[in-house]
């Protein structure tokens, strides 16, 4: 470490410390030859030893040097003093990147965008200058005080990447492409990558691969998928996330050729967010097997080896062994030199070369002769056997679709395997509550039993576990408001209504609509999607006989409040211009009496109440404030009779997992028509059901069909996931 006041090449004296990296110490000083402010970077001492690497850092030290742009941190001299290898640089005031994400958690997506294309701009102009960032992160990107933003480091990456580095490489790999983590030659594609990874964090607050060791991160980045941008930031712009899809292919050939492209492309998405312009390339067609028949593969067999194969070869060798650097002069030199030699060495070992090239041909036709005889490539006889083996076609159909497996309770190796052996590809989502064992699967996009193409992707959530739910005091609180808690909580709730005792004075100790007792009690611990039971208070027992309370212009929880005593509550909706959306229009019976008198009726009697939807349609669900559903027991009555009478008419079929299912609670709903009357029954009401789910329901006698309605309970609410047709036989 330098002290303050150390003069540097008799002209930049050393102010103080502002930074470290992995490679070096950041000062600031002062340029008395130009008296200003400079930033200078000096070596760390363990790299000084190196001359190799002193010698290209210094010759890329002095290319960046050469650019000049205002996305780019200028470069304004470059040398050594006494051992001390130094780069002066322009000093911005300022934090980097990486800093400003940890101050914001996430960036806005305008705010993003635009950082990336101003680091776009200064890659775009390095990239046309030859040269290559290789290390392009936030840490190496600042944001001035003024709002400019700057890529620093050119140059040190690419110095860097011939000497093995053990320490402070953590948060380079995090946005290494897989062609660097592999070790492989790495161009400006490389850079696009990393800028593809830097824009995922800004948008997301987090990396898309990360772990304990650089070689777990390493290895994720060669082979696992990202989870998509979108799972972690819900407003993020379809057109911003197929950018930073393209950028991070995996392949090089499917990501942008250049950084004009991906310039043009962030201005598009700030124009059109949801646009549909970003153009990836298909997998699928690059992934799938060929299939070599009998009579190409002699025609590869007989084809004579030529000359011209071998220079082929040397091209390939030449790029193998490239170090991806210029070499100097002295290199040069010596090269044409290595090079004759090793064409001496290669003639005394020409009859062993030949004799390894004929056995390792042999093997490699008896391979090939031993997979097709499993595949059936090639029949016993040796004629074309152009049908597929039992693997490839065990579930495939004609077309070859193929059906997806269930993947909802399965830990991610259960899943690979079954999908690997339907030839489907996977891809992890994202994390989510579910009623599903901490760590299994607990949905998926396309649901199990749905016909698909081989390879394609099927996408899954992992479960988080249920969340523990403590049951809070609800004493004193409507009994809508406490339903809607509990509900909000995830729990599933029963509300039933019961007569009140009264105190010292005839006044009911709960007063009608209110809360009297929730069961498992308050403090109780639970996990979503348990069920409760609320008992609401209906005041004092005054027999058939209770005054009926005026709930006109009420909103739907005050009349469901006040009408506390009433035990079945029809509620519908009416669109109506007049009355405010959520009010009560009318009620039946009346609060009135024919004479205009204050109206009795029995509260075991149905209520209905007609509530306003505003200018907006009607629901076409029809909500009931009830503890007995007297349809489904009608239906039931029916069902009795009929199988009391011998006929009982019944579905059995397989019900698959629906469509956006989370693995919450269920609510199956089936609605016959029979004889002009449509009857509803709930055959499952919130509970945990594990798809694929075998149906077990008798319907109306003599209706075949009928329409089976899945909800999920998200958030509180039951939410409608599908409906489907369902056929009813007359059971034997």
Not at 88 to 109: D, F, P, Q, R
Not at 328 to 335: G, I, N, R, S, V
Not at 483 to 506: N, P
Request: glycine content about 8%; overall charge negative; some cysteine.
């Amino acid at each position: 470490m330098l002290k303050t006041g150390t003069i540097i090449a008799e002209r930049y004296e050393i102010l103080g410390k502002i930074g470290t990296g992995g490679m070096a110490d950041v000062y600031k000083a002062k340029d008395h030859k130009l008296n200003r402010f400079v930033a200078v970077k000096v070596l760390k001492p363990e790299f000084r030893e190196d001359t190799t690497f002193i010698r290209k850092f210094r010759s890329e030290a002095q290319a960046a040097a050469g650019l000049t742009h205002p996305n780019i941190v200028n470069v304004f001299d470059v040398g050594d003093d006494g051992g001390v290898y130094y780069i002066v640089m322009e000093l911005i005031e300022g934090i980097t990147l990486k800093e400003y994400i940890a101050k914001k958690g996430k960036l806005s997506i305008k705010e993003a965008t635009s950082i990336a294309i101003q680091v776009s701009m200064g890659l775009e102009a390095a990239h046309n200058h030859g040269i290559v960032h290789r290390d392009v992160k936030p840490q190496n990107i600042i944001i001035s005080t003024d709002g400019k933003v700057k890529v620093t480091d050119f140059g040190i990456a690419r110095a860097a990447s011939s000497n093995t580095i053990s320490s402070n490489v953590m948060g380079s790999v995090h946005y290494s492409s897989p062609e660097q983590v592999r070790g492989g030659y790495s161009d400006e594609k490389s850079d696009i990558y990393s800028l593809g990874i830097t824009l995922y964090e800004m948008v997301t607050g987090r990396v898309p691969f990360d772990g304990d060791t650089t070689v777990a991160i390493a290895i994720k980045h060669l082979q696992e998928e990202m989870v998509p941008p979108s799972v972690y930031t819900e407003n993020l712009p379809y057109s911003l996330e197929q950018i930073i899809l393209k950028c991070t292919q995996k392949s090089v050939g499917r990501r942008y050729e250049k950084m004009e492209d991906v310039i043009a492309d962030l201005k598009h998405s700030l124009i059109d967010p949801q646009g549909n312009f970003v153009t990836l390339s298909s997998v699928d067609n690059e992934a799938k097997t060929v299939v070599i028949s009998d009579e190409e593969l002699g025609e590869i067999k007989s084809t004579p080896r030529t000359s011209s194969q071998k220079p082929e070869v040397d091209d390939l060798e030449e790029e193998i062994y490239d170090t991806d650097y210029d070499q100097d002069d002295d290199d040069y030199e010596e090269a044409p030199k290595r090079k004759k030699s090793a064409k001496k060495k290669k003639g005394p070992n020409t009859a062993v070369t030949i004799v390894a090239l004929l056995a390792g041909a042999a093997v490699l036709v008896g391979a090939i002769f031993v997979i097709g005889k499993v595949s059936g490539i090639i029949g016993s006889n040796g004629t074309e056997n152009t049908q597929k083996t039992e693997q490839e076609t065990a579930s495939a159909d004609q077309d070859g679709m193929v059906a997806v497996p269930n993947l909802v309770g399965k830990t991610e190796d259960e899943a690979a395997a079954l999908l690997e052996e339907e030839k489907l590809g996977k891809q992890m989502i994202g994390e989510e509550n579910s009623t599903q064992e901490k760590g299994r699967i607990s949905s998926q996009d396309i649901p199990a039993g749905t016909k698909v193409e081989q390879y394609t992707t099927i996408k899954y959530h992992i479960s988080k576990g249920q969340q523990e739910i403590t049951i809070p005091e609800l004493s004193g609180q409507t009994g809508v408001d406490a339903q809607q808690t509990l509900e909000d909580m995830g729990l599933t709730v029963t509300v039933q209504k019961e007569y009140s005792e009264a105190d010292d004075s005839g006044w009911p100790l709960v007063e009608p609509g209110y809360v009297m007792s929730v069961s498992p009690e308050t403090g109780t611990s639970m996990t979503a999607g348990d069920s409760v039971t609320l008992t609401v208070s209906r005041g004092l027992d005054h027999g058939d006989t209770a005054q009926i309370p005026n709930v006109v212009g009420m909103t739907k929880n005050e009349a469901l409040t006040a009408l506390g005593k009433w035990v079945d509550i029809q509620v519908t909706e009416q669109q109506s211009a007049e009355v405010p959306a959520g009010q009560v229009i009318s009620q039946d019976p009346s609060a009135v009496s024919e004479d205009d008198d204050t109206a009795y009726g029995d509260p075991d009697e149905p209520m209905a109440i007609v509530v306003s939807c505003g200018d907006q349609a009607p629901s076409d669900t029809t909500a009931a404030d009830t503890t007995t559903d007297t349809a489904a027991a009608d239906n039931t009555a029916q069902q009795n009779t009929a199988a009391a009478n011998g006929e009982v008419w019944k579905c059995t079929q397989t019900l698959n997992t629906p469509n956006g299912y989370q693995g919450g609670a269920i609510r199956l709903e089936l609605i016959q028509e029979a004889n002009g009357e449509t009857t509803s029954t709930k055959v499952v009401d919130g509970e945990a059901i594990t798809f694929p789910y075998t149906l077990d329901i008798t319907g109306v006698p003599g209706v075949s069909e009928g329409t089976l309605y899945v909800s999920e309970l998200i958030n509180g609410n039951f939410q409608q996931l599908g409906s489907y047709p369902l056929t009813f036989k007359k059971a034997e």
